[in-house]
Every structure is written in structure tokens, then in C-alpha cells.
């Protein structure tokens, strides 16, 4: 008895998930919806280059002054303090 039972679930299962696929597909003819494919774009776009036709009349941005890196001159100035102690291991 349990072995048809076996062989009629996955049938019930098939029905109703097409019968729920069919519904909604009606739903979609009633509402008037059709398929139109996705075509390839036929207009050309302008290149980026030939756009520019002036180089930029502002500087790009710098960081503020505390923030950039100091100059190599002098060394002292330069270093960068270290807040985690540094020791040699010595093994």
C-alpha cells in the first residue's frame, strides 16, 4: 500500500506546481503582458576624449597641511613618533 503511495506523490507534486505555473501565466495573458527581445543598441556614444575639449582650470585637491607627508630634509622633523614600544628580542 505505501509503495503507490511512493510513486503518486511526486506526480500530485509535478500537477501542482504546473497547475500554480499555468495560473500564473493566465494571470500575465489577462493583463495583456507580451515577450519583446532585448535588442543590441544600434546609436554610437560619443568618445570621452573627444568631449574635453579644455584641460581642467583648477589644481586637483591636497590633504590639509598636519596631514601630508614631511619633508626629508630634516630627518628629525620627518620621523614619525611610534606609540608602541619597540624592544629587540633577544633570544
Known sequence: LSVPGGFILPTVLGCV???IASLIYLAAAIRGEHWE???PQTET????G???KQPPQNPPPRPPAEVRRKRAEDVEGA???NPIPVTANES
Request: hydrophobic fraction near 40%.
Open 45 to 48: 556614444k560619443e568618445r570621452q
Open 37 to 39: 527581445p532585448i535588442l
Open 17 to 19: 506546481s504546473l497547475g
Open 79 to 81: 620621523a614619525y613618533v
Open 50 to 52: 573627444e568631449s574635453i
